[in-house]
């Protein structure tokens, strides 16, 4: 009792010595108006955290963006989805700042980006800097907010990260002018069985009721199970001072008759960790249309992200049959608390038994291999949070372009974190022709994803990030592309939108007069070129290229004028 204590202490102490070491005040609001949120650090998202904070540009884009401190812009990143267009600036504390989802930069910045565009010939550009290159002070412009990337409405991305380890850290901790002394809100308890896997059962949904502050069980003040090894879960939002919008909460610990058991704190997390959200919440449930609720014991496969673990395993372990007070504190990064409290007992009278399922078992911590005569599943030691029972089926390919049985193996309802390697066998001889041309189709839930088959001694090879379904296809269908007008005097700008029989378009190139011609591609969708020195007046040859994730290639060129 006494070492579970003094680590319990010690936990806290660091945990406060580290928010209290993040500098305050040190950084102002990037924004020029006041500072709200439609997003916090550590906010569920699907498969990962969210990693910062969202703030709000009152449902406009192109406000101005300020650098949030002194420091020098080291890294400019332009992609389709992810951060869309953003700035990464080193500060000389150590620390550093990102500002995403931006519509454009600073004229100079601006300038050299599109330089280094053309000489890379590539529009999606990761460029880093030298520190002499673009100093900043507190408070200069350097670009305008947008809605680029993976952004579903005009705001900022904002991220505070430690330089050296490129950890994220939250930024709730560092002073912000954000006023909060609301609590968070609790909808719902969980609690599972934990003699078993978490993945083979449904939660035991309790009804809360609220009283002075504190949450009880609605039905009686103490739950009685017929197992002695369970933990729980909460549903659980925050929200800000004179605001309405639900936001992530920042940590739940649970107590046994005082003592801490088990405790979840979203402070700082690396984007390797990020997936390792699956395995905080009840994942399964989540995917087969439950809500949202939050382990506050680890699984065992990700005890080691966000969790400190006290005693057995960081779940509630009952030796004795004696009524047990529980105590579940969540709190918001202001420290405002909500508290859930019962009673717990454990009656062997109400053991009821479980069959566990037949068959292999894929296991945390371990390398799982499934094999057949024409399938092969393979998983890294990460690869699982819980463990899961193998299901496996497949049915006969059908269509000309098929080439081998529909492999179904487990669900979209079990995650993943390492990809999981997948090999299968033909079930017919290939030209190399038609090898050449072979993709996986891979469907998970509502997600269908294409990766070109890579072989090895007479098998397919792929890596996905999912569970599903599993099919090889010969696809000798070659991308589609629209064509523009041939007159262009009175057009600002040309847009193609290429169509793939697989909608995956995955190389898009124009040529001018046989020069490479900067198409933009934010979000993915289409390709945009907005007429500046580079398409000058006059008689032109525009040349495109599009090729598929089949190495399916489509060229079309047109004589046009401007």
């Known amino acids: 009792m006494i070492k579970r204590y003094l680590s319990f202490l010690l936990l806290i102490v660091s945990t406060v010595a580290a928010a209290q070491s993040y500098p305050q005040n040190y950084f102002r609001n990037p924004m020029s108006i006041p500072m709200e949120l439609v997003a916090n650090f550590g906010e569920i998202r699907t498969n990962h955290w969210h990693m910062g904070l969202d703030i709000r540009t009152q449902q406009r884009e192109n406000l101005p963006v ?167 879960a909460v549903g659980a939002t925050d929200r800000f001072s004179k605001s309405t919008n639900p936001n992530g909460i920042y940590s739940a610990r649970i107590s046994l008759d005082g003592s801490p058991v088990s405790e979840f704190i979203l402070d700082s997390i690396d984007y390797f960790e990020t997936r390792y959200m699956n395995a905080q919440i009840d994942y399964p449930w989540r995917a087969r249309g439950g809500s949202f609720v939050q382990h506050v014991s680890a699984l065992p496969g990700a005890a080691h992200i966000a969790y400190q673990s006290f005693s057995e395993d960081g779940i509630i372990v009952l030796h004795d049959e004696k009524l047990h007070a529980v105590v579940i504190d969540v709190k918001d990064a202001k420290k405002n608390n909500s508290r859930i409290q019962f009673n717990i007992q454990y009656d062997p009278s109400l053991a009821r038994p479980y069959n566990f399922p037949a068959g292999q078992q894929f296991l945390p911590h371990n390398v799982n291999v499934f094999e057949t005569s024409d399938f092969e599943l393979f998983t890294s030691e990460r690869t699982m949070y819980d463990t899961t029972y193998v299901t496996y089926t497949n049915k006969p390919g059908t269509g000309t372009n098929v080439v081998s049985p529909l492999h179904q193996f487990l669900s979209a309802a079990i995650p993943v974190h390492d990809s999981v390697v997948v090999r299968i066998k033909p079930d017919r001889q290939l030209s190399a022709e038609q090898m050449d041309r072979v993709i996986v189709k891979h469907v998970s839930g509502t997600r269908t994803n294409i990766q070109k088959a890579r072989w090895q001694n007479g098998w397919i090879k792929t890596s996905f990030r999912q569970f599903g379904t599993y099919q090889a296809i010969i696809d000798n269908e070659p991308p589609v592309i629209n064509a523009p007008p041939t007159n262009l005097s009175a057009a600002r700008s040309i ?65 046009v004028k401007r």
């Open 66 to 232: 300020h650098a949030a401190a002194e420091g020098y812009i080291a890294r400019v990143l332009v992609e389709p989805g992810g951060f869309g267009q953003a700035i990464y600036i080193h500060h000389p504390n150590g620390l550093t700042t990102l500002y995403a989802h931006m519509n454009g930069f600073f004229p100079a910045l601006a300038q050299y980006v599109k330089l280094q565009q053309y000489d890379r010939e590539s529009w999606a550009v990761n460029l880093f800097l030298p520190p002499g290159m673009f100093a900043v002070k507190k408070g200069d412009f350097i670009g305008r907010s947008g809605n680029t990337g993976g952004s579903a409405g005009p705001h900022v991305h904002f991220e505070i990260r430690d330089t050296k380890t490129d950890k994220v850290l939250n930024p709730l901790l560092f002073n912000f002018p954000i006023a909060d002394a609301v609590p968070p809100t609790i909808t719902r308890l969980a609690m599972y069985d934990r003699s078993r896997s978490t993945y083979h059962q449904a939660p035991q949904l309790l009804t809360l009721k609220r009283s002075g502050g504190v949450h009880t069980l609605a039905a009686a003040s103490t739950i009685k199970v017929g197992t002695n090894r369970v933990s729980f």
């Open 495 to 559: 847009i193609f939108t290429p169509t793939d029989n697989h909608n995956v378009i995955k190389r898009f190139r124009a040529e001018l007069n046989g020069k490479w011609l900067m198409f933009t591609n934010d979000k993915g969708r289409r390709w945009i070129y907005t007429f500046d020195e580079h398409f000058p007046r006059g008689n032109h040859e525009l040349k495109v290229t599009v090729e598929d994730e089949a190495g399916n290639l489509t060229t079309r060129t047109w004589n």
